[in-house]
């Protein structure tokens, strides 16, 4: 069935743990992401909630809303700041002073930090409908309700994932507030205890939930073996390396993903198109094999969480085109390259570098898969002035010699009624007009700025007529060796701003306007489990031959197939470091870094800073996040129940 999302007549109760504490359940709202045909939109708001979730109509409602928060961690801001930010991945150079707290760990990170409230509230609100919805799994009589409650089940081991992972030893809710009442004083659980409860919740998910779904978004058999998976590996780290604790629940993890593995298929590469790049072309974006877990979004209609207000992730990872691009012809409005006014991170030279092959001849596809580092002009023509060739240390005896045409870039672009009805891209596609324009990239003339990671002589550059900087240009590289290389501000001030933009999130299919983007975004995708799978058999011991399977299936899935021999590693890379990378290499703004590096014990100052030069301070402190304040303020035993150290 496709699926088209309605805004069902419920009132709205989005709660973090803080409101849940003083919450008396009301009927909930759900701005969701997939809709059940038997729903009907019947206002429920007046009704007490012992009638309405009895009924199936209420009670999937009810499931419906627990995927609601789900929507403010991903395709948003807060969630990135949290999962992705402070590691060796990603850095915040000053463009952006707010998210200084967490990609940089400065001074101002304490327990009235906005984002961490917002995914505090977030998670925990998702736990609380999941309460409520595991709490009233009796009360009907349909035969599907079981499955239903399965899939609270699944979200309440996500969430909980989630909150241990960020704040430790906190609050674990496991009774619905409809059965309990408010609560006045919180008690702090293990994280063994919280990863007793998130492991028996997926084993719950896993048994209960079916293979596959009629509606996109809803989580499966699949979804829960892979978040099982991880969460296994995952609770590794609680205990010492080599001891058979370690080992017990790496061996899990392993056998658990391979579950997955056997069941699903990745992409298979040919002569043209690598794994990787099926895997991101915008027509399998809505249904997409490999994907295992999503927040689905509806092109259709906006039936969304905050209607078309989605995936805006492409925002914060640009380039600032209005600085230094915008020169070469490069639209600071441009719809394939998204509305450069919050830009806030900017792959490090580790990323780009030592993690991607810095080659243009390299047969991995997946730093091209991942990065917009070719910008096509957004006019149809750009006359680079005089000026602007000298500012950008072009050679100008070039300018004097050649005929004006020269230094003229002829654009390729098409407006939205150009396009209407090819399926290019969705805002044509639902019929919008607009007098946007619309950047084409089959035209190698049409190129306005080029930024790749490999480094570039300066002297090519100066002949080029686009605006040229590899990293030793848009980059400061300090230190000695090949592991030395940090990579700060440019030195030259009319290069630091271009950089390579994540363009994972900017399915060109999908986009509804210049910020904003309505694919759907993949949470869990395959080729992390296979990279679970592989990282479980190094700390395990065990299945060793299998886990060089699995990592080079997923190397070989990233090059053509005429390549991909060359992308084969040997046992000697079966390594927590080497795997690290790749995790980099493939899942590099998916929101899963700070996870794997807090895992695998990277989370310190002497790692960080080797690879971010602007992570300056880190102490153990910052291997949890501070308590929200908004919580401590409404229960009475705060100074009791802690802050973290903040």
Avoid at 449 to 458: A, E, G, I, K, V
Wanted: charged content about 20%.
């Amino acid at each position: 069935m496709m699926i088209t999302m309605t805004r069902m007549k419920y009132h709205s109760a989005s709660c973090g743990l803080g409101a849940a504490l003083s919450f008396v359940i009301c009927i909930l709202s759900s701005s969701v992401a997939f809709t059940s045909c038997s729903i009907d939109e019947t206002n429920y708001s007046s009704l007490d909630q012992e009638i309405v979730y009895p009924t199936t109509a209420g009670f999937n409602g009810l499931v419906e809303a627990c995927y609601e928060n789900i929507y403010y961690l991903y395709g948003k801001m807060d969630g990135i700041d949290l999962m992705e930010m402070g590691t060796d991945l990603w850095m915040n150079d000053g463009r952006n002073g707010s998210h200084g707290e967490l990609t940089n760990y400065n001074e101002n990170l304490n327990t009235s930090t906005g984002v961490v409230r917002v995914v505090w509230n977030a998670l925990y609100g998702t736990v609380a409908y999941c309460n409520t919805a595991i709490f009233y799994q009796g009360r009907g009589n349909d035969s599907t309700r079981l499955a239903k409650v399965a899939e609270a089940y699944f979200l309440r081991g996500f969430a909980n994932w989630h909150i241990v992972e960020n704040w430790g030893g906190v609050v674990l809710n496991n009774t619905s507030v409809a059965q309990a009442g408010a609560v006045e004083r919180a008690e702090r659980a293990t994280e063994e205890q919280f990863y007793d409860q998130i492991i028996s919740d997926l084993k719950f998910a896993a048994e209960n939930l079916p293979e596959t779904q009629g509606d996109r978004g809803r989580v499966t058999k699949y979804s829960a073996l892979a978040m099982l998976s991880k969460a296994y590996l995952q609770r590794t780290r609680l205990y010492a390396e080599g001891s058979a604790e370690r080992k017990q629940y790496a061996e899990l993890a392993y056998e658990t993903a391979r579950k997955v593995i056997d069941a699903k298929k990745l992409y298979q590469s040919d002569a043209t198109q690598s794994g990787s790049t099926k895997y991101w072309l915008p027509e399998n974006n809505k249904q997409n094999q490999e994907n295992l877990f999503i927040e689905a979004i509806d092109h259709v209609n906006g039936y969304n969480p905050e209607w078309w207000n989605r995936g805006r992730s492409r925002q914060y990872y640009q380039m600032a085109i209005s600085s230094a691009a915008q020169n070469f012809g490069i639209s600071s409005d441009g719809w394939r390259y998204g509305r450069a006014n919050a830009t806030v991170w900017r792959p490090t030279l580790y990323l780009l570098q030592q993690c991607f092959e810095p080659s243009e001849n390299t047969p991995d596809t997946r730093f091209s898969d991942s990065f917009y580092y070719k910008y096509y002009i957004g006019t149809k023509q750009h006359v680079i002035s005089r000026s602007t060739w000298a500012t950008y240390g072009k050679d100008v005896s070039l300018y004097n010699t050649r005929r004006p045409a020269s230094y003229t870039i002829t654009g390729n672009v098409k407006t939205a009624l150009d396009l209407r009805g090819t399926g290019f891209n969705f805002y044509a596609d639902n019929g919008v007009a607009t007098d946007a324009v619309f950047e084409l990239e089959d035209k190698a003339d049409a190129m306005g700025c080029f930024t790749p990671n490999w480094d570039l002589d300066s002297a090519w550059c100066a002949q080029q007529k686009f605006l040229a900087a590899g990293p030793n240009m848009y980059m400061d590289k300090v230190g000695d060796g090949p592991d030395k290389k940090v990579g700060g501000r440019a030195k030259n001030s009319n290069f630091r701003t271009l950089q390579p933009s994540l363009k994972k999130f900017s399915c060109v299919k999908y986009l509804h306007s210049n910020q904003e983007c309505e694919q759907d975004i993949a949470i869990i995708r395959l080729t992390d489990i296979y990279l679970t799978a592989a990282e479980a058999t190094v700390i395990s011991g065990q299945h060793q031959t299998e886990g060089l399977q699995l990592l080079n299936a997923v190397r070989r899935h990233a090059a053509l197939s005429t390549d991909a021999d060359k992308m084969e590693v040997t046992a000697n890379d079966l390594n927590i470091d080497f795997i690290l990378k790749e995790r980099a290499r493939e899942l590099c703004g998916e929101q899963w870094r700070w996870y794997d590096l807090k895992r695998t014990g990277r989370l310190t100052q002497s790692y960080l800073s080797e690879k971010n030069p602007f992570i300056t301070i880190f102490n153990q402190r910052h291997l949890l996040r501070p308590v929200p304040q908004e919580f401590l303020d409404q229960i009475a035993n705060a100074e009791e129940f802690g802050t973290n150290g903040y």
